[in-house]
């Protein structure tokens, strides 16, 4: 056979939009779930593909300075850092990704050092502890003026970050900063810093009085992306709110109920999304502040959630708390940050709550197409706890006709058929078509079915079968799954070992294709 003449319509593509294309990967971090690679090896494979190509990159210096990635950094001589390094001549430099040896963090202090004038992104994450080997002055560069500094972004063991962290940055000199996110920086940022009315995403720790960080954020007016880390009583509040009217990302940290009074004193714009992470005190300990809490939280999550209804959510619940939030997953940018709410609510107050009354009776509800489930076990699973009560209230309230695909694992249908019983459990999610499992079951006895079977079964029996059962995001091994052959009509996706997606459709009479432990099926 003869090569064809005909070019392919990319090698037609002029260079100034090849090197675009080439510089628009350099943004798109690796993210393993999405079968992403980073942008250093996306890089490398590029630049082989021909020799016009490997022109291109070699002869861009600003592609290279943008990939600084510790991510793919891990060699153990610094041969390879040095060579993308020298590629990135004099170029801005984007410095990222999680630092996990200490042949990386020397490599890294010394480059930094070195090269601070020019780095427009550092974003790291230190993973070593408790790094005894690092002292302050190796990372006396943050002292220096840093001209060109846009994101900054520190994530590293509390106790090192407390030894090595200056007290005064960039000698009040970085005209460029927008982003400052040293996570549970050790001390206060004065409030006349030079740079601080130029940020658009900022994290306050608990360094901060309330005093401090109210005046920090009247201080911070172009904010549109906040975090704040909050687990002490917050009691001397602002004489007026602080109006952040381009805000449209809020995220607390730490003691919810604690937060409360941020969420008050703060009016962001109509469109902001909020995310609260941390602990839930329960409304006994704290009934007058938990109706508080809640009242601020809906007076974010509705809004947000009328104007851009998800198709996927996650819930989590347990014992103690729901977690709602948003579930879609997209490419990670270094640049781009994404929204994603998020709320906790108390288990036992959601029969009572208006909130969650507002959300589910409204057409917001009919948009989700997908749900992410987890569920905690109760000890007391008879009828009269109102654990229960709640578990079922939640679980009937969110079993919107629009949902046709669960994603769960074995342990939570488990906890289903123990605590909601199989005949509430068979009448929820009267429309789902895919069942998609996360975990399977670790062990079962000889007579012990997996849970997802006896889900299968109770589905199938009660006139609503699953059609599709997704194997393919599983996270742990796959075992032999020949049993599923009774299930006639039933087609199984997974994922082989070389990445390719394949599937059987059960009763076509060969069930070894189940069987994942042989040899014959991975080759399959």
Not at 76 to 93: I, P, Q, Y
Not at 370 to 395: C, F, M, W
Not at 470 to 490: A, N, P, R, V
């Amino acid at each position: 056979m003869q090569p064809s003449s005909v070019n392919s319509p990319i090698s037609t593509l002029h260079e100034d939009v090849l090197w675009k294309i080439f510089m628009e990967n350099t943004g798109f971090l690796v993210d393993s779930s999405l079968g992403s690679k980073g942008p250093l090896i996306t890089a490398r494979h590029c630049s082989q593909v021909c020799s016009r190509w490997r022109s291109l990159f070699l002869s861009s210096p600003s592609i290279w300075g943008r990939l600084i990635d510790f991510g793919d950094l891990r060699q153990k001589t610094d041969d390879w850092r040095n060579e993308v390094v020298a590629r990135s001549g004099e170029a801005l430099l984007w410095v990222y990704g999680s630092i996990q040896s200490s042949e990386q963090l020397h490599f890294l202090l010394i480059f930094l050092k070195k090269e601070w004038k020019r780095v427009q992104i550092l974003d790291i994450e230190e993973s070593i502890y408790p790094g005894t080997s690092v002292t302050w002055h190796e990372w006396a560069f943050l002292k220096a003026p840093a001209p060109k500094l846009s994101r900054i972004r520190i994530s590293m063991p509390y106790d090192t970050r407390k030894r090595i962290m200056p007290a005064i940055l960039f000698k009040n000199d970085a005209p460029c900063l927008e982003d400052f996110r040293i996570l549970d920086f050790p001390h206060k940022i004065p409030t006349n810093t030079s740079w601080l009315p130029h940020l658009t995403s900022v994290a306050l720790s608990e360094a901060f009085t309330t005093e401090k960080m109210f005046a920090a954020l009247e201080a911070m007016p172009q904010l549109v992306y906040l975090t704040v880390k909050i687990w002490n009583e917050i009691r001397h509040l602002p004489a007026r709110k602080v109006v952040l009217p381009n805000l449209r990302m809020l995220e607390t940290n730490g003691d919810a109920l604690n937060a409360t009074p941020i969420l008050q004193w703060v009016a962001p714009s109509s469109d902001c999304c909020l995310s609260t992470w941390g602990r839930l005190r329960t409304p006994i300990q704290a009934a007058e502040e938990y109706e508080q809490y809640e009242s601020a939280v809906k007076s974010y999550v509705v809004p947000y959630c009328f104007l851009h209804p998800s198709s996927s959510l996650r819930l989590h619940l347990d014992p103690v708390y729901l977690i709602l939030a948003d579930a879609f997953r997209s490419l990670r940018h270094i640049i781009q940050q994404p929204r994603q709410f998020q709320m906790m609510l108390n288990t036992r107050s959601l029969p009572s709550s208006l909130l969650l009354k507002e959300l589910v009776s409204s057409e917001w509800l009919s948009h989700v197409s997908k749900l992410e489930l987890g569920v905690g076990r109760i000890i007391d699973t008879t009828a009269y706890n109102p654990l229960r009560a709640s578990y079922i209230y939640v679980l009937q309230a969110f079993s919107s006709p629009s949902i046709t695909t669960l994603h769960t694992g074995d342990s939570d249908l488990f906890r289903l058929l123990e605590i909601v019983g199989p005949d509430i459990l068979s009448s929820l999610f009267p429309n789902l078509i895919t069942l998609g499992l996360k975990f399977l079951s670790k062990s079962r006895g000889p007579e012990t079915e997996f849970p997802h079977q006896q889900f299968l079964r109770l589905r199938r029996e009660t006139g609503s079968p699953i059609s599709v059962l997704d194997l393919s995001d599983l996270w742990d091994k796959k075992k032999d799954m020949g049993y599923l052959e009774e299930h006639t009509g039933l087609l199984v996706r997974w994922k082989a070992e070389d990445g390719r997606v394949d599937e059987y459709v059960c009763g076509e009479g060969h069930p070894e294709r189940l069987c994942f432990s042989t040899d014959a099926n991975r080759n399959a």
